[in-house]
């Protein structure tokens, strides 16, 4: 591996929620010191926040709120940071962002477009898939009723990747340089559908209706609705290269939790 130095602490952005909390932790387990960026420590759609948060930093991981409007402003203020303080720079994207029908992919997508304009700034993106850390309100209505109800067909194929696993990419592709200007699509077990975790629980599942979810965002029936239709897939190759093994598996998520 080519090691990177380690000069100053990684800054983890949008370290508040359940994937920066993963990665943050990671990077810590892995030896590097970490600065966790939180909503209480200003806004990312600030400029002034990243680029005093990230001042003696030796990299930036920048995870923008979940589905967040100003995604694209809070990439230009990460790329602008990056650049002024010289850091290696990490965006946590997602899984096929160039699908228009989703608007948070979209968005995304653009931050990604900034990036390919930036070849001055040390950048690595990462395209997570769905997360298997997204099905615990189902396990837990799963376990509690004997069933549970999805907002999209459970038969729709999501390839779902363990936090852990992505945390476990992020420090990798900090400390190796070779990942400079990489795009990495982080794909967990193929073929995972919502059968295969009511099978596991042993519990039954209906199929609901993307709009079937009162309070949810625009953005969240947008996604729903192409759940439905298409699912979301990927390969499994980067992941498991980078990881050096197989993705953590639904089986083995399930028995860690």
């Keep these: 591996m080519c090691a990177a130095s380690r000069p100053g602490p990684v800054v983890v952005a949008g370290a508040a929620g359940k994937t920066g909390r993963a990665v943050a932790d990671a990077f810590e387990a892995a030896g590097h010191e970490v600065r966790r960026l939180t909503r209480i420590d200003g806004d990312l ?3 002034a926040t990243l680029r005093a948060a990230t001042v003696g930093a030796s990299a930036l991981y920048h995870l923008a709120p979940n589905m967040s409007p100003d995604e694209e ?10 650049r002024a303080n010289d850091l290696r720079l990490v965006f946590h994207s997602v899984l096929a962002p160039a699908i228009e029908a989703m608007p948070h992919h979209w968005r995304k997508a653009r931050v990604e477009a900034a990036l390919h304009a930036a070849p001055d700034v040390r950048w690595t993106i990462l395209q997570p898939a769905p997360y298997l850390q997204n ?3 189902f396990i837990d209505r799963g376990r509690t009723t004997g069933r549970f109800r999805l907002p999209y067909d459970p038969a ?15 420090v990798a592709v900090v400390d190796d340089d070779r990942h400079v200007h990489a795009t990495w699509e982080l794909c967990g077990e193929a073929g995972l559908t919502h059968y295969h975790v009511a099978e596991a629980l042993g519990v039954d599942i209906e199929r609901g209706r993307p709009d079937d979810v009162g309070d949810a965002s625009d953005d969240l029936r947008a996604m729903f ?6 699912g979301l897939t990927g390969s499994t190759v980067a992941l498991t290269a980078l990881l050096g093994r197989r993705p953590t598996t639904l089986a ?6």
């Design 252 to 257: 083995e998520f399930l028995g860690r939790t």
């Design 73 to 82: 402003v809070m990439g230009a203020h990460a790329i602008a940071a990056a």
């Design 156 to 170: 729709s194929a999501l390839a779902m990747v363990d936090l852990a696993d992505v945390g476990e990419v992020a």
């Design 225 to 230: 609705r192409w759940y439905d239709a298409h």
């Design 45 to 47: 759609a600030d400029p």
């Design 135 to 137: 099905l615990a309100p």
